[in-house]
């Protein structure tokens, strides 16, 4: 078990050198082992894209199979991409600001989507696989294949996509690592990418996610930290907004959306008591309750307000 102070500090190591996003790659792939994704995380991946589209049945307008989707954050796999792929939507844009994106982690996901799926409702299996041999080719086979368009890198804040192009707008477990400052300028982009009757769609995670790799500490261990001392533990690789749910719910309606549905992973009585005895930056103590600090994450559904 690696100490999370040890790994912000590998972090800011990969985040300062020229090959940073390779090494944290290698990390993942041979040392700590979480990619590709076991299938106990492929199963969360999955009913992940499923609490999405339920969200566009329950309140949007446009049929699965016209919907334009739009996601930032695609990460290494597409998990999220491929398993709408096979949950029927057909045209997507999927941008990210690095190029992570590996081709041995995308054909593991669709082997998981055709052994895993084998027995569910799901509306198509993949059947192709990408080859080494394809060279870059293989991201222009994406979307021949698959309805899927990457670009890569591409800033969100100022996608150059046509406005008024995208029907659904889905992030998952992305929006905690950026900045509340360009969370406004994707969020702006965002509206200018909406059809009429859009609707965005965000699971987002609040928990230090130092405690994922650190047993040691908890959901809540960034909270005990000043701005300036954080920034030590908080290298871009690895970045962690420490936003609060309110604090969202805040920023979207600031940029002009309506929360239509919003479902919370709440605190358990054990986390209540933690935070009550903990020792919080004032700045945590000061301006939220301690049921506001203590959720663990959110599906937030938005649309542009009237």
């Not at 965005?200 to 790799?213: C, L, P």
Request: with cysteine; aromatic share 12%; proline share 3%.
């Amino acid at each position: 078990m690696i100490h999370w102070r040890g790994k912000a500090a590998l972090m800011h190591v990969f985040s300062m050198a020229p090959l940073g996003k390779d090494l944290h790659y290698f990390t993942q792939r041979r040392i700590t082992r979480s990619l590709p994704s076991s299938d106990e995380k492929f199963v969360e991946i999955l009913n992940q894209a499923r609490k999405h589209l339920e969200a566009l049945h329950r309140h949007g307008t446009t049929n699965l199979e016209e919907a334009h989707f739009y996601e930032f954050g695609a990460g290494f796999e597409l998990g999220i991409p491929l398993s709408f792929y096979t949950l029927g939507v057909t045209s997507q844009v999927i941008v990210d600001i690095r190029r992570l994106l590996r081709i041995e982690l995308v054909n593991e996901i669709l082997r998981k989507l055709r052994r895993m799926t084998s027995g569910i409702a799901v509306r198509r299996s993949p059947e192709r696989f990408f080859e080494t041999e394809h060279g870059d080719r293989w991201i222009d086979l994406l979307q021949e294949w698959y309805g899927i368009r990457y670009l890569a890198p591409c800033d969100a804040r100022n996608t150059g996509l046509e406005p008024a192009s995208i029907d659904f707008v889905t992030s998952t477990n992305t929006l905690e690592h950026i900045p509340a400052e360009d969370i406004r300028l994707i969020l702006k982009e965002c509206r200018r990418l909406f059809k009429k009757g859009g609707l965005m769609s965000f699971i987002i995670d609040y928990q230090d996610h130092y405690s994922y790799a650190d047993r040691r500490i908890t959901a809540y261990n960034f909270l005990k930290y000043s701005d300036s001392l954080w920034k030590w533990y908080n290298p871009s690789i690895y970045y962690q907004n420490r936003l609060r749910h309110k604090d969202y719910i805040s920023l979207f309606q600031e940029a002009g959306f309506e929360v239509i549905e919003e479902n919370l992973a709440r605190p358990s009585e054990v986390d209540l008591v933690h935070l009550e005895r903990a020792r919080l930056w004032p700045r945590f103590q000061e301006n939220y309750t301690i049921s506001e600090l203590a959720v663990r994450g959110a599906h937030v559904v938005v649309r542009a307000a009237a």
